[in-house]
């Protein structure tokens, strides 16, 4: 087993929650990637290959369900990077957009940091297969 950091990617408009999920992360040990938007998000997550995705649902230019999509079609680690999606707004979630392979939605309007970092710590420690 490597001593390496756990690195996960960080997609967030929101210059402030982004800055606060970044620090709450790195206080928790792990080592953090952001992006503003899904595109940008993309980019980092193949040049940083993370071992966990959290990403703001609606983003400007490419959201998070159309960032889990690309991410899902990659083939390899990053396919099955586990993604926890952030949202003010899960109640407009149709079913389609639910069967995007998403390992949790966590409701931004009642953020709980313990809620946050049982689920990162859930998802890492139990690896998904990669899709191809």
Do not use: C, W
């Not at 990617?9 to 402030?16: G, I, P, R, Y």
Request: glycine share 6%; aromatic share 4%.
């Amino acid at each position: 087993m490597s001593n390496r950091r756990q690195k996960i990617l960080v997609v967030e408009d929101d210059l402030n929650l982004r800055l606060t999920l970044t620090e709450l992360l790195r206080i928790q040990g792990f080592a953090v990637v952001t992006a503003r938007d899904g595109d940008e998000g993309y980019l980092q997550a193949l040049a940083h290959m993370p071992d966990l995705v959290i990403t703001d649902l609606q983003m400007p230019i490419l959201d998070g369900i159309e960032l889990a999509r690309l991410l899902r079609h990659e083939r390899g680690k990053l396919g099955g990077v586990p993604i926890i999606v952030l949202s003010a707004n899960l109640s407009e979630f149709t079913t389609e957009k639910k069967n995007i392979a998403i390992d949790r939605f966590l409701d931004k309007s009642f953020f709980d940091s313990h809620s946050l970092m049982d689920s990162v710590k859930s998802l890492l420690g139990s690896p998904r297969p990669a899709t191809v």
